[in-house]
C-alpha cells in the first residue's frame, strides 16, 4: 500500500496482482461506504502510449459507456488524446504524435486493446473537452451509467476516478484512484465546458477520468486541476500555492454535443433520476461533515473568515472527520492568503501529519517558507512532495525559485 493512508481513517480496497494490474488502491471514506469502489474501478480505464523514445506522456483515463458487438466506447477528455494544433478551427490533432505515441487502452481486468478511432465531440475551442474513442475486445465488460448533471448541485458529494501518474508511476504502471470531495461551485460558462467545479484531491493522468455521483452514475468528465474562481490555473509571482479545488465537464455537455453532432454510442445507459444522498446541509450546517462542506465552498468564493469558521466548527465536532488532511490544506492556504506564512506551515505540518494530503501539504508548505526565505527547507519539502506523488509541472517550478533564490541557478 501507498505511504499515505492512514487506515484509521479511509477503507482501503485492493485488487491483488492476479488481475494482472498490480495493487489497485481505493480511498473511501466509511461515511461513503454505500458507494461502490470496484464497480467504479471496472468501468475506469487507462488510456496510455507507447512511444519511442518516451515522449513524457504520463497516461489519462476514461470510462466504457457503449457497446456493440466486440467494440467498445469509451468517453475521455479530448486532449488526452489528441495534441492540438495551436489556434486552428475546426481543432486539428497532430497525427505525427498519435502515430509515434500508439495509444492503448488497458482495462480493470488488467488486458490492453489499441485505440481503434478518436472522434473529437470539441469541434472549436470554446466546445466542451471532450472525445470518444473504442477499442475491440471479446470479453464482457461492465457499461457506466450517466447520471443527470444537473443534480450535482453545490455540496453534492461526488467522486472523481482515474489513474494518477503519482509514486514515479506512469502508463500502464498506474494504480487506480478514486477521490471524494463536494461540488463548489456550478458555474454557467468555464473554459472548454469545465463547469463543474469541485473540492476532490485529483493528480496529473487522472485526466478524461469519470466523475461519479453517490450512487455510481456518471456525472461529469474530469480535466483540469487547480482552479480559482476565474477558471485559470492559479498564478503568481514566484513560487505558487496550490488550492486544492479542481474541475469536470457536466455529463449534460456530453449528451447535448451526442445530439447535436448526431453521434451514436450504442447501449447507452441513463438514469436521470436525483441522487438518494442528499448534499450537504450548508444553510444550517449541524454536523462536522456539513460544517466542511460549507466551508470548502467559503474557501473557493474567497471568504477566507468565514470558511476558517466553518473548518474549526467541523474540527470542534469531530477531530478526525474523514478528509482531515484536506480540510488543514485548505486551512494553510487561508492562513497563507492572509500573509500568516507561520500559521500556514502549521497547518500544512498537520496536513501532512494527517497523511491523505502530504503531497500538496508539503507543496504548499514549501511556498511559505519561501515567503519566509527558508529555501533549504522550502527545497526539502518539495523534493518530498514529488516523493509523495506531486510531481507536476508547478512542483518543479516551485523548486525552480527556490533553487534560484538561493543563488543555485
Given amino acids: 500500500m501507498v505511504s499515505f493512508i492512514n487506515a484509521s481513517k479511509w477503507v482501503v480496497v485492493c485488487t491483488t496482482a492476479s488481475l494482472g ?3 489497485a488502491t481505493v480511498l473511501v471514506p466509511k461515511a461513503a461506504i454505500a458507494f461502490d469502489s470496484r464497480l467504479a474501478e471496472n468501468v475506469t480505464v487507462q488510456i496510455n502510449g507507447y512511444s519511442q523514445p518516451d515522449d513524457g506522456f504520463p497516461g489519462g483515463s476514461g470510462v466504457i459507456v457503449g457497446r456493440e458487438g466486440d467494440r467498445y466506447w469509451v468517453l475521455t477528455a479530448l486532449h488526452v488524446v489528441c495534441d492540438r494544433i495551436p489556434m486552428r478551427e475546426p481543432i486539428s490533432c497532430r497525427q505525427d504524435i498519435a502515430e509515434n505515441r500508439r495509444y492503448r487502452i488497458r482495462t480493470a481486468s488488467g488486458q490492453e486493446y489499441d485505440l481503434m478511432d478518436v472522434q473529437p465531440l470539441q469541434q472549436t475551442l470554446d466546445d466542451p473537452d471532450l472525445a470518444l474513442v473504442q477499442f475491440e475486445s471479446s470479453q464482457d465488460y461492465t457499461l457506466a451509467t450517466l447520471g443527470d448533471s444537473d443534480h450535482a448541485q453545490l455540496a453534492a458529494s461526488i467522486y472523481v476516478a482515474g489513474f494518477p501518474a503519482a509514486f514515479q508511476t506512469a502508463g500502464a504502471d498506474r494504480d487506480f484512484y478514486l477521490s471524494q470531495g463536494p461540488v463548489v461551485s456550478r458555474r454557467r460558462q468555464g473554459v472548454q465546458g469545465y463547469t463543474l467545479i469541485y473540492g476532490a484531491s485529483t493528480k496529473i493522468g487522472m485526466s478524461g477520468g469519470p466523475v461519479f455521483d453517490s450512487d455510481n452514475r456518471v456525472v461529469g468528465i474530469h480535466g483540469i486541476a487547480d482552479t480559482d474562481q476565474s477558471g485559470q490555473s492559479e498564478t503568481g509571482e514566484g513560487a505558487q500555492v496550490k488550492s486544492g479545488f479542481n474541475g469536470g465537464i457536466p455529463i449534460a455537455s456530453f449528451m447535448q454535443l451526442r445530439q447535436t453532432q448526431q453521434v451514436q454510442v450504442p447501449n447507452l445507459n441513463q438514469d436521470n433520476a436525483p441522487p ?18 460549507s466551508g470548502t465552498i467559503e474557501a473557493y468564493e474567497g471568504n477566507l473568515h ?9 474540527l470542534a465536532i469531530d477531530p478526525h472527520l474523514e478528509g482531515l488532511g484536506r480540510l488543514h490544506v485548505q486551512q494553510g492556504n487561508l492562513y497563507f492568503a492572509q500573509g ?5 506551515i502549521a497547518e ?7 497523511e491523505d494530503e502530504s503531497g500538496m501539504a508539503y507543496s504548499n508548505r514549501a511556498v511559505a517558507r519561501i515567503q519566509l526565505r527558508d529555501y533549504a527547507a522550502a527545497i526539502e519539502d518539495l523534493t518530498a512532495a514529488i516523493a509523495n506523488g506531486d510531481y507536476d509541472a508547478r512542483t518543479h517550478y516551485n523548486r525552480g525559485v527556490a533553487h534560484a533564490r538561493r543563488g543555485n541557478l
Fill in 348 to 354: 500544512f505540518t498537520a496536513a501532512i501529519e494527517a
Fill in 276 to 293: 438518494s444522498q442528499a448534499p450537504a446541509n450548508i444553510t444550517n450546517p449541524q454536523t462536522a461533515e456539513d460544517y466542511q462542506a
Fill in 340 to 344: 500568516d506564512y507561520q500559521g500556514a
Fill in 21 to 23: 494490474v498490480g495493487l
Fill in 306 to 314: 468565514s470558511a476558517q469558521e466553518r473548518f474549526n466548527q467541523a
